[in-house]
């Protein structure tokens, strides 16, 4: 049992106000997840660059941000910052991303990239949702949409890294309520095509599946709907890009999901307590979504 919360805001001058609608959302959720939580955002594209989110794997202090800044921009020169939130930190760069990952790995092993692309930040962390947006100011975020999550873990490790949303390629990530039964053959299928997987988490399997679709040259929905022929088990899946927020569940649509529509925004959770405190929410257009039909709103 995890919980599911997305955001997209309709007009521009709600962005301000991410942070603070999403924050009762997530913790809303608490008791469906209380093993871990993290959240995606989504803003206005760099007009050139990368963000990458990093998260420093030990515990016990804080890495030397200032240093990884210094050393990283000796191997790539060119403008390099680095907004840092404890052990979290967002590195803009100029640099190449797959490059700048090698570079990384060999470099700072501690160091696990959280995302890449030029819209999302992403921030996770083990422990309650109330307390991983106290620790990373997350109802002070900006943006156009978020989505976010809260773990029970059921079938792999309570880790940060474990901990949803799961991203791969550029300004994509996803969440999921459920449990797949063809994780294993997913990465059987993808292994073989040069695609590494860095946790043993069945959601992951399906993040790097609809990812693999896009870069076949499938939009989003399209590439779910293969997910549907390759992609197995009980689910509800929330997925962002840095242009839209989709939502389906499987045929059986065993795994809750509510959505509420206004001319303000989009609010989906896995239940209706995560919502009831919106602006407007009595006089949304509120519903479940229809198994196997697939639900999206462009950012």
Not at 170 to 184: A, Y
Not at 237 to 251: C, P, Q, S, Y
Not at 270 to 290: M, Y
Request: proline residues 6%; aromatic residues 10%.
């Amino acid at each position: 049992m995890c919980g599911i919360v997305g955001l997209l805001l309709k007009k521009p001058e709600l962005r301000d106000q991410l942070g603070e609608l999403m924050t009762p959302m997530l913790i809303g959720m608490t008791d469906r997840g209380p093993d871990s939580a993290g959240v995606a955002i989504f803003g206005d594209a760099l007009p050139r660059g990368y963000k990458i989110s990093l998260f420093w794997r030990e515990s016990g202090g804080e890495p030397d941000w200032q240093r990884l800044t210094k050393e990283f921009s000796a191997a790539f020169p060119g403008a390099e910052r680095t907004q840092t939130t404890g052990r979290h930190a967002v590195l803009v760069t100029s640099a190449d991303p797959a490059a700048a990952r090698i570079w990384l790995a060999a470099n700072t092993p501690a160091l696990y990239v959280l995302s890449v692309g030029r819209s999302i930040d992403l921030y996770k962390d083990i422990g309650a949702p109330a307390e991983i947006v106290a620790r990373y100011k997350l109802n002070e975020v900006t943006g156009t949409h978020v989505v976010a999550h809260t773990r029970m873990a059921t079938e792999s490790a309570v880790t940060p890294a474990h901990a949803h949303p799961f991203t791969a390629g550029e300004d994509f990530c996803l969440v999921h309520n459920g449990s797949l039964s063809n994780p294993h053959l997913v990465r059987k299928k993808l292994e073989p095509l040069g695609i590494e997987f860095v946790t043993d988490n069945d959601t992951e399997a399906a993040c790097r599946f609809f990812e693999w679709r896009m870069r076949e040259g499938d939009d989003l929905t399209t590439a779910v709907k293969h997910g549907f022929g390759g992609v197995d088990g009980f689910f509800t899946f929330l997925m962002g890009t840095d242009k839209e927020l989709l939502i389906v569940r499987d045929a059986f649509a065993c795994k809750p999901a509510v959505v509420a529509e206004t001319e303000d925004y989009v609010a989906i959770a896995s239940e209706f307590r995560s919502l009831a405190h919106l602006p407007g929410v009595r006089h949304a257009n509120v519903f479940e979504p229809r198994p196997t039909e697939i639900y999206s709103w462009k950012a």
